[in-house]
């Protein structure tokens, strides 16, 4: 009799467990009911409180709902590069160190609306710099644009021309962290001059943005064809910036070394 009982018993929080597993799913709570079907499989977890096994059922729901967050961010932002910030390469670098970049990737200057430029010579490491720092900026539920400044300048007047609106302008002006790419190629137009001053103005004060190239921010006046208004743009972006020129050896040089003496 007390066998029967107990496989009643049992039989009864087998179903309960299932229709528990059931209503999370419903919910929308995969991650919750994952845990929870694993603690149910699990003895060890046995001796816990009620407490403690509820915060890993919610600690579980709230780590996979934020990666897919993240990982939502990741992909609007259009990176160039998968980078990371504990895979950047600082040996042989300078005008930038590990503790730099990790206080950047606290997204600090994101809260504050603090712009941050990097320069340097071709293959340096810039642009993989600077995507790893926006990756960080997407974990801490930032939205971050990536650009490289010359599609920025196509995609806006090329939609121009036939006489639509650019929905870039205003995602750029809007978003907190926009990432400029490959800044200072060449010469600015007078359109593109224009352009920048608008975008400019729009974030002063209320978004960051980071900004890379080979031109360091000291020179950034002669880029311009207009004086007065490389005066207006540079006081809205420089004044409340880190600037950071960065110098060494090219990473495709330092990468190329390495794969042949590794196939040796």
């Known amino acids: 009799m007390k066998i029967f009982a107990e496989k009643i018993i049992s039989r009864g929080m087998y179903m309960l467990d299932n229709a528990t597993l059931n209503q999370l799913h419903e919910l929308y709570l995969s991650a919750m009911a994952a845990c929870f079907k694993e603690q149910q499989n699990n003895p060890s977890m046995s001796h816990l409180s009620f407490e403690e096994r509820f915060a890993f059922l919610v600690e579980a729901e709230w780590l996979h709902r934020r990666n897919k967050r993240t990982e939502r961010l990741v992909r609007q932002a259009g990176f160039r590069l998968p980078a990371a910030i504990e895979d950047i390469d600082y040996l042989g670098k300078k005008g930038i160190t590990k503790g730099e970049i990790l206080k950047l990737s606290l997204g600090n200057y994101i809260k504050k609306a603090q712009n941050v430029f990097f320069s340097g010579p071709t293959g340096v490491g810039k642009t993989y710099l600077v995507c790893a ?122 990468i190329g070394k390495r794969s042949l003496e590794s196939s040796d």
């Open 133 to 254: 720092l926006g990756r960080a900026a997407c974990a801490q539920g930032f939205k971050v644009i990536y650009t490289r400044l010359p599609d920025f300048f196509r995609w806006t007047f090329s939609v121009r021309s036939n006489g639509r609106q650019a929905p870039i302008r205003d995602r750029c002006a809007k978003v907190p962290l926009l990432i400029l790419d490959d800044w200072g190629l060449k010469k600015f137009s007078l359109e593109e001059t224009a352009e920048l001053s608008d975008l400019f103005e729009r974030r002063y004060g209320r978004a960051s943005t980071i900004v890379s190239g080979q031109v360091p921010s000291t020179v950034w006046h002669e880029l311009f064809p207009d004086p007065t208004q490389a005066d207006s743009i540079l006081d809205r972006i420089v004044h409340n910036a880190y600037a950071y020129n960065i110098s060494g050896e090219s990473m495709r040089k330092t």
